[in-house]
Protein backbone atom coordinates (compact mmCIF):
# COMPACT_ATOMS: atom_id res chain seq x y z
CA UNK A 1 0.00 0.00 0.00
CA UNK A 2 1.04 3.67 -0.77
CA UNK A 3 0.70 5.80 2.30
CA UNK A 4 -0.03 9.20 1.45
CA UNK A 5 -0.60 12.16 4.14
CA UNK A 6 -3.86 13.94 3.55
CA UNK A 7 -4.23 17.68 4.50
CA UNK A 8 -7.40 19.59 4.90
CA UNK A 9 -6.81 23.27 5.09
CA UNK A 10 -10.19 25.50 6.65
CA UNK A 11 -9.50 28.94 5.75
CA UNK A 12 -12.64 30.41 5.68
CA UNK A 13 -16.47 30.43 7.73
CA UNK A 14 -18.13 28.81 4.57
CA UNK A 15 -15.34 26.68 4.18
CA UNK A 16 -15.59 26.02 7.75
CA UNK A 17 -19.68 25.52 8.37
CA UNK A 18 -20.55 23.64 4.90
CA UNK A 19 -17.60 21.80 3.97
CA UNK A 20 -16.15 20.53 7.23
CA UNK A 21 -19.35 18.54 8.05
CA UNK A 22 -19.40 17.38 4.36
CA UNK A 23 -15.97 16.24 4.43
CA UNK A 24 -16.36 14.61 8.21
CA UNK A 25 -19.07 12.45 6.51
CA UNK A 26 -17.66 11.10 3.52
CA UNK A 27 -13.75 10.19 5.63
CA UNK A 28 -15.99 8.61 7.78
CA UNK A 29 -18.16 6.37 5.12
CA UNK A 30 -14.94 5.06 3.38
CA UNK A 31 -12.74 4.57 6.84
CA UNK A 32 -10.20 7.85 5.86
CA UNK A 33 -8.50 9.85 8.78
CA UNK A 34 -6.53 13.01 7.80
CA UNK A 35 -5.49 16.15 9.43
CA UNK A 36 -7.57 18.94 9.17
CA UNK A 37 -5.75 22.73 10.09
CA UNK A 38 -8.42 25.30 11.07
CA UNK A 39 -8.47 29.23 10.82
CA UNK A 40 -10.34 30.11 13.85
CA UNK A 41 -10.44 34.05 13.66
CA UNK A 42 -12.23 36.68 11.88
CA UNK A 43 -12.75 35.58 8.05
CA UNK A 44 -11.30 38.62 6.03
CA UNK A 45 -10.20 36.42 2.76
CA UNK A 46 -12.56 38.85 0.66
CA UNK A 47 -9.30 41.46 1.32
CA UNK A 48 -7.47 39.67 -1.31
CA UNK A 49 -9.56 40.71 -4.38
CA UNK A 50 -7.34 43.65 -4.56
CA UNK A 51 -4.11 41.52 -5.97
CA UNK A 52 -6.71 41.18 -9.24
CA UNK A 53 -4.94 43.89 -10.28
CA UNK A 54 -1.45 41.66 -10.87
CA UNK A 55 -1.90 39.56 -13.56
CA UNK A 56 -1.24 36.26 -12.17
CA UNK A 57 -3.41 36.28 -9.51
CA UNK A 58 -6.39 37.32 -11.90
CA UNK A 59 -5.34 34.46 -14.27
CA UNK A 60 -5.56 32.52 -11.48
CA UNK A 61 -8.66 33.57 -10.11
CA UNK A 62 -10.29 33.03 -14.13
CA UNK A 63 -8.78 29.20 -14.83
CA UNK A 64 -10.12 28.41 -11.75
CA UNK A 65 -13.59 30.19 -11.59
CA UNK A 66 -12.83 30.94 -8.72
CA UNK A 67 -16.83 33.15 -8.31
CA UNK A 68 -18.72 30.06 -8.99
CA UNK A 69 -15.58 27.76 -7.01
CA UNK A 70 -15.52 29.36 -3.85
CA UNK A 71 -18.88 31.75 -3.70
CA UNK A 72 -19.29 35.75 -3.41
CA UNK A 73 -19.60 35.27 0.27
CA UNK A 74 -16.22 33.63 0.69
CA UNK A 75 -14.70 36.53 -2.14
CA UNK A 76 -16.50 39.40 0.17
CA UNK A 77 -15.40 38.51 3.18
CA UNK A 78 -14.02 41.10 5.37
CA UNK A 79 -15.17 44.19 2.62
CA UNK A 80 -18.35 44.38 1.94
CA UNK A 81 -19.03 43.54 5.94
CA UNK A 82 -17.03 43.25 8.62
CA UNK A 83 -15.58 39.05 8.85
CA UNK A 84 -17.18 36.93 11.50
CA UNK A 85 -14.98 35.06 13.79
CA UNK A 86 -14.74 31.47 12.13
CA UNK A 87 -13.89 29.67 15.91
CA UNK A 88 -16.72 30.94 18.03
CA UNK A 89 -19.32 30.54 15.18
CA UNK A 90 -18.29 26.95 14.19
CA UNK A 91 -17.32 25.72 17.77
CA UNK A 92 -19.03 22.37 17.53
CA UNK A 93 -17.94 21.90 13.93
CA UNK A 94 -14.29 22.26 14.97
CA UNK A 95 -14.78 19.94 18.24
CA UNK A 96 -16.61 17.25 16.05
CA UNK A 97 -13.17 17.16 13.74
CA UNK A 98 -10.66 16.89 16.37
CA UNK A 99 -12.80 14.01 18.14
CA UNK A 100 -12.12 11.86 14.90
CA UNK A 101 -9.44 13.88 13.42
CA UNK A 102 -5.98 15.21 13.74
CA UNK A 103 -6.03 18.75 14.07
CA UNK A 104 -4.16 21.68 13.89
CA UNK A 105 -3.63 25.43 13.72
CA UNK A 106 -3.52 27.09 10.21
CA UNK A 107 -4.00 30.55 11.35
CA UNK A 108 -5.43 33.03 13.17
CA UNK A 109 -6.61 35.68 10.32
CA UNK A 110 -5.43 33.76 6.90
CA UNK A 111 -5.20 36.78 5.17
CA UNK A 112 -3.88 38.52 7.39
CA UNK A 113 -0.58 36.40 7.60
CA UNK A 114 -0.70 35.76 4.06
CA UNK A 115 -0.40 39.71 3.41
CA UNK A 116 1.55 40.79 6.18
CA UNK A 117 3.60 38.21 7.66
CA UNK A 118 6.67 38.51 5.33
CA UNK A 119 7.58 41.63 7.27
CA UNK A 120 6.97 40.93 10.37
CA UNK A 121 9.20 40.54 12.98
CA UNK A 122 9.48 36.98 15.55
CA UNK A 123 7.90 37.93 18.55
CA UNK A 124 5.19 39.13 16.19
CA UNK A 125 5.09 36.18 14.13
CA UNK A 126 4.86 34.41 17.54
CA UNK A 127 2.08 36.42 19.00
CA UNK A 128 0.53 35.74 16.41
CA UNK A 129 0.50 32.16 16.50
CA UNK A 130 -0.21 32.59 20.29
CA UNK A 131 -3.44 34.25 19.41
CA UNK A 132 -4.49 31.20 17.09
CA UNK A 133 -3.35 28.52 19.29
CA UNK A 134 -5.10 30.05 22.72
CA UNK A 135 -8.13 30.11 20.40
CA UNK A 136 -7.90 26.56 19.30
CA UNK A 137 -7.31 25.11 22.33
CA UNK A 138 -10.00 26.51 24.16
CA UNK A 139 -11.99 25.41 21.25
CA UNK A 140 -11.13 21.53 21.40
CA UNK A 141 -10.16 21.09 25.14
CA UNK A 142 -6.80 19.71 24.68
CA UNK A 143 -3.61 20.75 23.52
CA UNK A 144 -3.20 22.24 19.84
CA UNK A 145 0.12 19.28 18.96
CA UNK A 146 0.39 20.62 14.84
CA UNK A 147 0.78 23.65 12.84
CA UNK A 148 0.37 24.66 9.16
CA UNK A 149 0.67 28.34 8.36
CA UNK A 150 -1.67 30.38 5.77
CA UNK A 151 -1.00 30.15 2.19
CA UNK A 152 2.91 28.50 3.17
CA UNK A 153 3.74 31.63 4.04
CA UNK A 154 7.19 30.89 6.31
CA UNK A 155 10.84 30.88 6.02
CA UNK A 156 13.65 30.92 8.88
CA UNK A 157 11.99 33.70 11.32
CA UNK A 158 8.76 31.41 11.06
CA UNK A 159 10.60 28.17 11.86
CA UNK A 160 12.39 30.03 15.10
CA UNK A 161 8.91 31.67 16.11
CA UNK A 162 7.18 28.37 15.98
CA UNK A 163 9.81 26.83 18.56
CA UNK A 164 8.51 27.87 21.77
CA UNK A 165 5.33 25.97 20.59
CA UNK A 166 6.79 22.67 20.88
CA UNK A 167 4.78 21.74 18.46
CA UNK A 168 4.62 17.91 17.38
CA UNK A 169 5.37 18.64 14.06
CA UNK A 170 4.67 22.09 11.30
CA UNK A 171 3.63 21.16 8.00
CA UNK A 172 4.81 25.02 6.51
CA UNK A 173 6.53 24.58 3.05
CA UNK A 174 6.28 22.88 -0.24
CA UNK A 175 9.14 19.95 -0.71
CA UNK A 176 10.09 16.79 -1.20
CA UNK A 177 10.38 14.85 2.31
CA UNK A 178 10.65 15.22 5.77
CA UNK A 179 13.41 17.05 6.87
CA UNK A 180 14.25 18.63 10.31
CA UNK A 181 14.98 22.78 9.88
CA UNK A 182 18.40 24.53 11.02
CA UNK A 183 17.25 27.16 13.63
CA UNK A 184 19.16 29.49 15.25
CA UNK A 185 22.48 28.90 16.83
CA UNK A 186 22.58 25.77 13.90
CA UNK A 187 21.05 23.09 15.90
CA UNK A 188 17.76 21.34 14.45
CA UNK A 189 14.00 22.53 15.10
CA UNK A 190 10.68 21.00 14.81
CA UNK A 191 10.44 18.52 12.19
CA UNK A 192 8.61 20.13 8.66
CA UNK A 193 6.33 17.71 6.72
CA UNK A 194 5.91 19.82 3.26
CA UNK A 195 3.66 19.16 0.82
CA UNK A 196 4.47 17.37 -2.41
CA UNK A 197 1.73 17.83 -4.66
CA UNK A 198 -0.36 20.13 -6.51
CA UNK A 199 -3.54 21.70 -5.27
CA UNK A 200 -6.43 21.81 -7.35
CA UNK A 201 -6.32 25.30 -7.77
CA UNK A 202 -3.25 25.50 -8.80
CA UNK A 203 -3.24 23.06 -11.48
CA UNK A 204 -6.95 23.21 -13.25
CA UNK A 205 -6.51 24.94 -16.08
CA UNK A 206 -3.09 25.47 -16.35
CA UNK A 207 -1.61 21.35 -16.65
CA UNK A 208 -5.34 19.92 -16.54
CA UNK A 209 -9.09 20.18 -16.98
CA UNK A 210 -11.45 18.84 -14.00
CA UNK A 211 -12.42 16.05 -15.71
CA UNK A 212 -9.15 14.85 -15.84
CA UNK A 213 -8.07 15.86 -12.25
CA UNK A 214 -8.31 12.77 -10.19
CA UNK A 215 -6.35 10.41 -12.73
CA UNK A 216 -3.36 13.56 -12.93
CA UNK A 217 -3.37 13.80 -9.35
CA UNK A 218 -3.42 9.92 -8.62
CA UNK A 219 -0.81 9.64 -11.21
CA UNK A 220 1.44 12.22 -8.76
CA UNK A 221 0.84 10.24 -5.83
CA UNK A 222 2.05 7.07 -7.19
CA UNK A 223 5.04 8.55 -8.48
CA UNK A 224 6.42 10.51 -5.73
CA UNK A 225 9.62 9.29 -4.84
CA UNK A 226 9.59 11.28 -1.47
CA UNK A 227 6.85 11.36 0.99
CA UNK A 228 3.65 12.24 -0.49
CA UNK A 229 1.70 14.99 1.52
CA UNK A 230 -2.00 16.22 -0.76
CA UNK A 231 -3.66 19.03 0.77
CA UNK A 232 -7.50 20.03 -0.57
CA UNK A 233 -9.59 23.39 1.14
CA UNK A 234 -12.30 22.95 3.08
CA UNK A 235 -14.07 25.67 0.17
CA UNK A 236 -13.15 23.46 -2.31
CA UNK A 237 -13.39 19.79 -2.34
CA UNK A 238 -16.05 20.19 0.74
CA UNK A 239 -18.18 22.20 -1.27
CA UNK A 240 -18.56 22.80 -5.22
CA UNK A 241 -16.18 19.57 -6.03
CA UNK A 242 -17.08 17.26 -3.14
CA UNK A 243 -18.13 14.62 -5.33
CA UNK A 244 -14.96 14.96 -7.05
CA UNK A 245 -12.96 14.40 -4.34
CA UNK A 246 -15.46 11.53 -3.07
CA UNK A 247 -14.32 9.87 -6.80
CA UNK A 248 -10.29 10.50 -5.72
CA UNK A 249 -10.99 8.62 -2.52
CA UNK A 250 -12.61 5.43 -4.15
CA UNK A 251 -10.02 5.44 -7.03
CA UNK A 252 -6.93 5.83 -4.65
CA UNK A 253 -8.58 2.43 -2.94
CA UNK A 254 -8.31 1.22 -6.08
CA UNK A 255 -4.85 1.83 -6.76
CA UNK A 256 -3.43 0.80 -3.63
CA UNK A 257 -3.21 4.71 -1.86
CA UNK A 258 -3.69 5.06 2.12
CA UNK A 259 -4.42 7.93 3.31
CA UNK A 260 -3.25 9.32 6.59
CA UNK A 261 -3.06 11.92 8.80
CA UNK A 262 0.52 13.76 8.94
CA UNK A 263 1.41 13.08 11.84
CA UNK A 264 1.36 9.06 11.02
CA UNK A 265 4.12 9.60 8.87
CA UNK A 266 6.40 10.77 11.51
CA UNK A 267 9.12 7.99 12.40
CA UNK A 268 9.56 6.76 15.59
CA UNK A 269 12.94 8.43 15.88
CA UNK A 270 13.04 11.83 14.81
CA UNK A 271 16.83 11.91 14.73
CA UNK A 272 16.80 9.99 11.49
CA UNK A 273 14.91 12.94 9.72
CA UNK A 274 17.69 14.40 7.53
CA UNK A 275 18.64 18.18 8.32
CA UNK A 276 17.39 21.14 5.94
CA UNK A 277 16.06 24.69 5.64
CA UNK A 278 12.78 26.18 5.02
CA UNK A 279 13.60 29.38 2.26
CA UNK A 280 11.25 31.64 0.29
CA UNK A 281 10.94 30.00 -3.11
CA UNK A 282 8.17 29.96 -6.04
CA UNK A 283 5.73 27.57 -7.21
CA UNK A 284 4.14 27.02 -10.33
CA UNK A 285 0.23 28.13 -10.38
CA UNK A 286 0.60 29.64 -7.08
CA UNK A 287 1.42 33.57 -6.69
CA UNK A 288 3.74 35.13 -4.31
CA UNK A 289 6.37 33.85 -2.51
CA UNK A 290 6.16 30.36 -0.81
CA UNK A 291 8.06 28.35 2.29
CA UNK A 292 10.22 25.92 0.24
CA UNK A 293 12.32 23.08 1.39
CA UNK A 294 15.69 23.47 0.38
CA UNK A 295 17.76 20.36 -0.71
CA UNK A 296 19.42 18.40 2.19
CA UNK A 297 22.92 18.63 0.08
CA UNK A 298 23.08 22.33 0.24
CA UNK A 299 22.77 22.64 3.64
CA UNK A 300 26.37 22.82 4.82
Known amino acids: MRKVGLRIDVDTLRGTREGVPRLLATLNRYNVRATFFFSVGPDNMGRHLWRLVKPQFLWKMLRSRAASLYGWDILLAGTAWPGRKIGPTCANIIREAAQYHETGLHAWDHYTWQTFSGNWNIPLLADDILRGVGELEAIIEQPVRCSAVAGWRADRRV ?6 FNFRYNSDCRGRSLFRPLINGGKLGTPQIPVTLPTWDEVIGREV ?6 AYILSHMLMDTGTPVYTIHAEVEGIAWHSNFEDLLIRAADSGITFCPLGDLLPDNLDT ?11 QGREGWLGCQQPVEAVG
Request: a neutral charge; proline letters at 9%.
Open 159 to 164: VNAKEA
Open 209 to 214: QAVDFN
Open 273 to 283: LPPGQLVRGNV
